[in-house]
């Protein structure tokens, strides 16, 4: 807002003239989104396309340049969460181009972890979890993803969640099931959850709604931000 020079201020004299330097009405330059416009239908198809874009672009990585990332994010995860072999945790067997937790795994094994996978037992329900340890016999699960050919539940305390997309507040885009939104809402207590994704893979919003669970700490190859990175406690869910 700015005044013609040499002329009294509004409270001076109420009828001066103001100038502005915009339309007085900015509605047309904010985000549908924000505004609670966007319909889940809406957010729905988006976040559809977005999945199939970042996937896309996940798997069009070469090779070498993953594994370096995939170490990358293996240091991150370790110097985040130290104690991590002290803990009882969910990983996951990687497919579509997801980091490879089975090294971490592996060492975390030998470092006296506990390990288990994740396994879609009914679907539309919460995934159970099945002990995991190096040589364990595999089966095929839904989708073809590996899981432990026998064993009874068990419940981790930590879990690595893969990401397909997220935002800087901890939101994740996983495959569209609501797998681990279900799951985390289900299991009391509350496991902690590591997102693990890419740079790439990054967002400026991914339109959160009731049902998304918030990572309590997101780790890509550029490094770790959340609660275990020493930045704060998360804020609670809006
Ligand atoms: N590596 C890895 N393992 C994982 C997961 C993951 O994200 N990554 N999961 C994380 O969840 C679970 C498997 N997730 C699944 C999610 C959906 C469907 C599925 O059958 N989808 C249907 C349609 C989905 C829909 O309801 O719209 C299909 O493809 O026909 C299967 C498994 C457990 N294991
Ligand atoms: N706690 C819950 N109870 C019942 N339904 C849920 C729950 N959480 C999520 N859903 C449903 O599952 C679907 C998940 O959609 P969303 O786009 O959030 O999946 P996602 O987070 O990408 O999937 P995932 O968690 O499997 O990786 C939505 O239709 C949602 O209503």
């Given amino acids: 807002m700015t005044q013609r020079p040499g002329i009294a201020s509004p409270e001076e004299d109420?009828?001066?003239?103001?100038?502005?330097?915009?339309?007085?009405?900015?509605?047309?330059e904010l985000d549908p989104a924000w505004l609670g416009l966007l319909s889940w239908e809406q957010i729905r198809a988006w976040r559809r396309a977005?999945?199939?874009?970042?996937?896309a672009r996940r798997l069009a990585v070469?090779?070498?340049?993953r594994l370096e990332r995939d170490d990358a994010i293996t240091v991150h995860v370790r110097a985040a969460v130290p104690?991590?072999?002290?803990?009882?945790?969910g990983f996951y067997w990687p497919f579509k181009g997801e980091y490879d937790p089975r090294p971490?795994?592996?060492?975390?094994?030998?470092?006296?972890?506990?390990l288990a996978l994740p396994m879609v037992a009914t679907k539309g329900r919460p995934l159970i979890f099945r002990?995991?340890?190096p040589g364990t016999r595999m089966m095929q699960?839904?989708?073809?993803?590996?899981?432990?050919a026998q064993g009874e539940e068990v419940t981790p305390d930590t879990l690595l969640v893969p990401l397909v997309g997220f935002d800087a507040r901890g939101y994740r885009l996983g495959y569209g099931g609501g797998y681990y939104d279900r799951t985390l809402a289900a299991m009391a207590p509350r496991p902690v959850a590591i997102g693990i994704g890419f740079e790439n893979g990054r967002l400026a919003t991914i339109h959160p709604q009731p049902h998304d669970v918030r990572m309590d700490l997101t780790v890509t190859e550029a490094g770790a931000t959340g609660i275990g990175a020493g930045s704060g406690p998360a804020e609670p869910t809006p």
Avoid: K, T
Avoid at 14 to 28: D, G, K, R, T, Y
Avoid at 62 to 65: C, E, G, I, L, Q
Avoid at 104 to 114: K, M, N, P, S, Y
């Fill in 141 to 148: 699960g839904v989708w073809n993803i590996p899981i432990p």
């Fill in 131 to 133: 002990a995991w340890r």
């Fill in 50 to 55: 977005e999945r199939a874009a970042l996937i």
């Fill in 104 to 114: 971490l795994a592996r060492a975390l094994h030998r470092e006296g972890a506990r």
């Fill in 14 to 28: 109420p009828n001066v003239e103001i100038l502005c330097a915009s339309p007085p009405c900015f509605m047309h």
């Fill in 62 to 65: 070469p090779v070498a340049a």
């Fill in 83 to 89: 104690d991590l072999a002290r803990r009882h945790v």
